[in-house]
């Protein structure tokens, strides 16, 4: 069995793990050296990782995306108490606009929140994707027109953006391009003030001795 790494981003799906992979290649950012990607299946999964993960002789940095959902503040409460179930007493009541950055303590490593779209607002990993289309597409009103228009809808109202950014990449030049790969693709800017941000905080919680917001 291979050592455990020393640092890594717990996230929800392979989704969040393809966009992070990209975003890290747009920006030169060697995932592969600094830290581990790894997909949970599911935020419960992530959850239960987050209880145990933290006293695993030899982790020094544990980063953790997941969606705000709708209801950010009990997502945030959820992940406060896995937390203290660690072990972490002094933790922030409120997610940062930032990301989160919550120093080790003890024998307890570094540990790292973000949580899409934003930290601040409800929403999912295709929220923040599609914050990062250029302003002013064309094509994105068209696609929330589209499924409005429909005669049924089959999937739950939290779903929207999901299925608004999976028809808006059906109309790109190549239909039915990846989430992972609009970004390599440019669909996506990943060059967006939100992508910039969300990049910075990987940074900071993988290279601690990086200045705050060095390329």
Request: hydrophobic share 40%; aromatic share 8%.
């Amino acid at each position: 069995m291979p050592p455990k790494p020393e640092q890594v981003l717990l996230v929800e799906g392979a989704d969040d793990r393809e966009v992070i992979y990209r975003l890290c290649n747009h920006h030169k950012l060697d995932n592969k050296q600094l830290f581990d990607v790894d997909a949970k299946d599911g935020y419960e999964r992530l959850r239960d990782d987050l209880k145990v993960r933290p006293r695993v002789p030899g982790v020094k940095a544990i980063g953790v995306v997941v969606d705000a959902d709708e209801d950010p503040a009990h997502r945030w409460q959820s992940l406060r108490d896995a937390l203290v179930h660690s072990g972490y007493t002094q933790l922030p009541e409120h997610p940062d606009a930032a990301g989160v950055i919550i120093p080790a303590q003890g024998t307890l490593p570094r540990i790292g929140i973000w949580m899409m779209p934003d930290n601040q607002l409800t929403g999912i990993l295709e929220d923040f994707l599609q914050r990062i289309i250029q302003q002013g597409d064309a094509l994105l009103p068209s696609a929330f027109k589209a499924l409005d228009a429909l005669p049924e809808r089959r999937f739950k109202p939290s779903y929207r953006s999901k299925a608004a950014i999976h028809t808006w990449l059906a109309w790109q030049e190549e239909p039915g391009t990846p989430l992972g790969q609009a970004v390599s693709k440019h669909y996506l800017q990943a060059d967006h003030e939100l992508a910039l941000r969300f990049v910075d905080w990987m940074k900071r919680l993988f290279i601690p001795s990086l200045p705050t917001g060095s390329p």
